[in-house]
T-cell receptor, first 112, second 113 residues
Framework: GENVEQHPSTLSVQEGDSAVIKCTYSDSASNYFPWYKQELGKGPQLIIDIRSNVGEKKDQRIAVTLNKTAKHFSLHITETQPEDSAVYFCAALRGSARQLTFGSGTQLTVLP | EPEVTQTPSHQVTQMGQEVILRCVPISNHLYFYWYRQILGQKVEFLVSFYNNEISEKSEIFDDQFSVERPDGSNFTLKIRSTKLEDSAMYFC???????????FGEGSRLTVL
């Protein structure tokens, strides 16, 4: 089955700096890669996603890049703000299957 | 903004008891899911449900688990005889289509004593 590895497990940045979180996946048939933000006591909330037919997608301060050959994808947050502090999860999904396989999460702390 | 709602937010139960976790998916969504997250661990897929039947299930979803859509709005997860290791946060999710975004609820925390 699919295996998703996520690094780092914790990340602290100064407000205004950029944050990068990286994930690798094992199943070359995976073709959908969402990123979720989870705030304390809440469910995962989709912040951005990318499908395997594109290499990069951007939404304001958030961007995701995908390297299918290397089977890794990354989340980039620019101009970080304290409200970006949360746990971020990457995930991968194969074809028409609806089993999202999640990474282990990254606790991002943005220091004011 | 439409959202997935879950009840209860927290349930404490004794080992061996039956538990039902309830979810109200987004109204025009057709695909429903349960995931769980043991404290400090990854979010794990349990089951997907479409057209009143299970589409896929993981190894975790054994005979102790069942899902049901008893009416047009609710989607439930039943654990027949809870074990200590069932203690986790259970998330319901729904999507409009098989390729659509999954919207997650805020979770039901289950504590088995």
């Amino acid at each position: 089955g699919e295996n998703v590895e996520q690094h780092p497990s914790t990340l602290s940045v100064q407000e205004g700096d950029s944050a990068v979180i990286k994930c690798t996946y094992s199943d070359s048939a995976s073709n959908y890669f969402p990123w979720y933000k989870q705030e304390l006591g809440k469910g995962p909330q989709l912040i951005i996603d990318i499908r395997s037919n594109v290499g990069e997608k951007k939404d304001q301060r958030i961007a995701v890049t995908l390297n299918k050959t290397a089977k890794h994808f990354s989340l980039h947050i620019t101009e970080t703000q304290p409200e970006d502090s949360a746990v971020y999860f990457c995930a991968a999904l194969r074809g028409s299957a609806r089993q999202l396989t999640f990474g282990s999460g990254t606790q991002l702390t943005v220091l004011p | 903004e439409p959202e997935v709602t879950q009840t209860p937010s927290h349930q404490v139960t004794q080992m061996g008891q039956e538990v039902i976790l309830r979810c109200v998916p987004i109204s025009n969504h057709l695909y429903f899911y349960w995931y769980r997250q043991i404290l400090g661990q990854k979010v794990e897929f349990l089951v997907s449900f479409y057209n009143n039947e299970i589409s896929e299930k993981s190894e975790i979803f054994d005979d102790q688990f069942s899902v049901e859509r008893p009416d047009g709005s609710n989607f439930t997860l039943k654990i027949r005889s809870t074990k200590l290791e069932d203690s986790a946060m259970y998330f319901c999710a729904s999507s409009e289509s098989i390729t659509g975004e999954l919207f997650f609820g805020e979770g039901s925390r289950l504590t088995v004593l």
